[in-house]
């Protein structure tokens, strides 16, 4: 049976394989025993990699249909690891729905999840399973949400907010850039609508340590109402009070930094300074998680979550969800991971802890 589980998981594309996360995949992937096929647009470093693994390697960049197709032509299942992923969607997943591919990613873009929803009825047609956000984001934030609406089925609202000290790699520093001006968001009668960057803060306490936190665009703006259909939802992470006024008074210049030149600018500044954190920091570090449902009686229940560093969560779970796709373990169409696998996913991974506070 393990043999027909492997063969099932060769047949499998990573793309995006070289970048900071792509290469914690697919190491993670290779571990497990599998042999995807690794691909991106470098060609350089593709082979590299491959060579790194012995690898099957495709090289196309993401707006090539031919390579797209030639690439899926006979695989199961994408895991998308090229961001920023708001960039790249568009002319990606038309190519799994074509070639009736699963798709996968590890974005937490909440437009991103938008796109790939609008794509639901032709995936069920297809028969295939489409399921961002398998990485940090979203999938403890996405899981401890949908604990927290089974401990409360009448839930009106959701807070969610973490803190991570790892830093942060390449890509995710891309995505943050390309969409800086939006602003953050937040979700208000099933309705999400922007805010000014770190315009709204507060104070909580988690893991015995009060903590400023401060209103992101995190995927579960979007995910979580699909998960748990809680109408209100707001996602913070942990950040000092003078990182926060930076952020403020930059957003001020919002109008310059989405300007291409500033953009340009900005991602050859991402790509000189930024390397991602370190293995010892994958290792040794942890990422704390806080949420909180409440309903129109002002009845709330309070849980908290450890897990390991989030870019070694991600390379984790990713790997993990991919295979529960592979084994039919999904439905057909747009999911989200604790909507497709129950909030237990997150418990799959050693190292999790959740603490309940009712």
């Known amino acids: 049976m393990k ?32 042999k995807p096929t690794v691909a991106g647009r470098n060609a350089e470093l593709v082979k590299t990699l491959a060579n790194q693994y012995d690898l099957p390697y495709e090289v196309f960049v993401h707006s090539d249909q031919n390579g797209w197709d030639k690439a899926l032509a006979n695989k199961k299942l994408l895991l998308n690891c090229a961001g920023p992923f708001s960039l790249t969607i568009k002319e990606i997943l038309p190519a799994c729905i074509r070639n009736k591919t699963h798709y996968t990613d590890i974005t ?16 069920k047609d297809m028969g295939i399973t489409l399921l961002p956000g398998t990485g940090f984001d979203v999938v403890p934030t996405d899981c401890l949400a949908k604990y927290l609406s089974e401990k409360m089925p009448n839930a009106t609202h959701l807070e969610l907010a973490f803190e991570s000290n790892s830093g942060l790699s390449r890509g995710t520093a891309m995505s943050v850039l390309n969409r800086f001006h939006q602003g953050s968001a937040i979700r208000t009668n099933g ?42 939802i707001q996602v913070f992470t942990g950040m000092p009070v003078k990182m926060m006024n930076a952020m403020r008074r930059a957003s001020k210049w919002s109008w310059l930094i989405k300007s291409a030149i500033m ?5 050859y500044l991402i790509r000189e300074k930024i390397v991602g954190p370190s293995q010892e920091k994958r290792e ?6 806080y949420g909180r449902v409440w309903d129109k009686k002002g009845n709330e229940v309070v849980a908290e979550m450890a897990t390991p560093e989030s870019y070694k969560l991600t390379a984790i779970m990713s790997v993990i969800c991919a295979e529960k796709v592979l084994n039919g373990e999904s439905e057909p169409g747009f999911q989200t991971p604790a909507g497709a696998f ?17």
């Not at 937490?108 to 995936?123: L, M, N, P, R, T």
């Not at 805010?195 to 015995?208: C, D, H």
């Not at 040794?284 to 998680?289: A, E, G, R, V």
């Open 342 to 358: 129950g909030p237990e996913l997150i418990t799959q991974v050693d190292g999790v802890a959740i603490t309940w506070h009712e």
């Open 3 to 34: 043999r027909i589980i492997l063969a099932v998981m060769n047949d499998v594309l990573i793309y995006g394989a070289y970048g900071y996360t792509g290469k914690l995949i697919v190491e993670e992937a290779v571990a497990k025993g599998w």
């Open 284 to 289: 040794s570090l942890k990422t704390y998680l």
């Open 191 to 232: 309705v999400i609508t922007e805010q000014q960057t770190a315009s709204v803060n507060k104070i909580l306490r988690f893991q015995g340590k009060e903590r400023n936190v401060v209103g992101i665009a995190w995927g579960d703006v979007f995910t979580a109402f699909v998960t748990t259909g809680i109408p209100n």
């Open 108 to 123: 937490g873009e909440i437009e991103v999840f938008e796109y790939i929803q609008s794509y639901d009825k032709q995936a």
């Open 263 to 267: 953009q340009r600018i900005g991602r």
